[in-house]
């Protein structure tokens, strides 16, 4: 096959939103992904699996003269998020969505290697499809695993998420911090059930997830320095069975997002003291749960990021507009902490935010960002 066109990316990435799949779960998506590239110009591809991360997928592409492996990373995993969109390619998969683009990411990295199959790079370049960005941090699992040794190792590693905010098609970046660092939070909350009749025989944790909730809300106004900010998102709660029983237990599921590595250590420890704080006034058991796993602020290195804002700055068919750091969360973080590199916006232009079920990214966007994309590498290799 040629050079994918602009009607095979747009049936690629229907293909794909049509069957979305979560975390760790991408195995359909993974064998339709290869089956692509196994559709490519073979000459100067190799495709590696990971045993232990079977949605995993590797390709390195060998370069003529090479001086460096440029490394670039996709996520494959979707939410479960029940689509609304009413799109003739909307979910096939019941609850599952890709409402964070990642179908568009896919899209991109495979009209970026579709197009380096053909047109052979002087660097080697190393294409990365991860599992689990959403949760269970793929990205770390990999690297622990392993996965980017010898010459499957990028010197310097790229990646893009997309933007609603954003025009289609439009570069966004900026030098040092583009998103968050978060930890996953997990609260239970242990008591004693009973009638609703004799609450003076029970131990209620529906009103000590109550208190818990409303006190939580207390660190960032109130012990969180507000020039800096940070974020607890308390997204889940479930507690009690029917109205006239008085739960013996609830949990709680949420997010903690700061911008610096030492902001979320402080938020994590706050929430601990509230958690033993509701423990002690209610009489209850409350565990705290927090987990940061591979999602480490995304930090973009100044050396590789100038060289990648001057050119999508100065690029003729790119729309650049420098943005600034978001509180959404990545586990590319944790492997731009191994290796050096840049993550980038990607500009979808859509009335809906991230993680909604009418999310409906403008596909424009995709031509758009493999031309970018394609052009930085092309010239990246140059110098
Ligand atoms: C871009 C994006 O939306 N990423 C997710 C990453 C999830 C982080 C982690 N599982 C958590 O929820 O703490 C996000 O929610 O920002």
């Known amino acids: 096959m040629a050079v994918l066109t602009e009607k095979n990316l747009i049936q690629i990435r229907r293909d794909l939103h049509a069957m ?19 559709g490519f110009n073979q000459q100067y591809l190799t495709i590696k699996h990971v045993p232990d991360l079977p949605t995993a997928l590797l390709v390195r592409v060998a370069g003529s003269a090479p001086q460096r492996t440029l490394g670039y ?7 479960p998020v029940s689509e609304k969109t009413g799109l003739p390619f909307a979910s096939k998969n019941p609850g599952v969505m890709h409402a964070c683009g990642h179908d568009i990411h896919m899209t991109v990295a495979l009209g970026v290697l579709s197009y380096f199959s053909e047109h052979q790079p002087t660097d080697n370049l190393i294409f990365f499809f991860q599992p689990a960005e959403e949760s269970q941090n793929g990205g770390k699992l990999a690297y622990e695993l392993g996965v980017f040794e010898g010459e499957w190792r990028p010197d310097e590693f790229y990646g893009l998420h997309d933007n609603p905010d954003l025009p289609a098609g439009a570069i966004g970046c900026r030098l040092g911090t583009l998103f968050a660092g978060t930890t996953e939070v997990n609260i239970d909350l242990e008591g ?13 944790m529906v009103v000590a997830a109550a208190h ?23 997204g889940k709660l479930e507690a009690g069975t029917i109205r006239n029983v008085i739960a013996g237990h609830a949990h709680i599921e ?14 994590d420890q706050r929430l601990q003291e509230v958690g033993d704080g509701i423990a002690k006034s209610f009489n209850a058991d409350v565990t705290v749960t927090l987990n940061q796993g591979g999602y480490l602020p995304v930090e973009n290195d100044p050396e590789l990021t100038q060289p990648f804002i001057d050119y999508m700055e100065n690029a003729s068919d790119v729309n650049y507009i420098e943005t600034k750091p978001a509180m959404t969360g990545e586990d590319f973080g944790y492997l731009l902490s191994k290796i050096p590199g840049t993550m980038f916006w990607l500009g979808v232009e859509d009335d809906s935010q991230l993680h ?4 409906n990214p403008n596909e424009a966007a995709i031509m758009a960002g ?7 590498m092309t010239d990246r290799m140059a110098r």
């Open 20 to 38: 979305p799949e979560l975390a760790l779960n991408e195995f359909r998506t993974a064998a339709y992904l290869e089956k692509v590239i196994t």
């Open 73 to 79: 990373r996709t996520d494959i995993d979707a939410l």
């Open 192 to 204: 004693k059930g009973g009638h609703a009749a004799y609450p003076q025989d029970a131990n209620d």
């Open 212 to 234: 818990l909730i409303s006190q939580v809300q207390t660190i960032i106004s109130r012990s969180i320095d507000p020039i800096e900010g940070g974020v607890i998102t308390l």
């Open 254 to 267: 949420g997010t903690i997002r700061g911008l610096t590595q030492v902001m979320i250590e402080k938020i």
């Open 356 to 359: 909604s079920a009418t999310l």
């Open 370 to 376: 493999i031309n970018a994309i394609t052009g930085f």
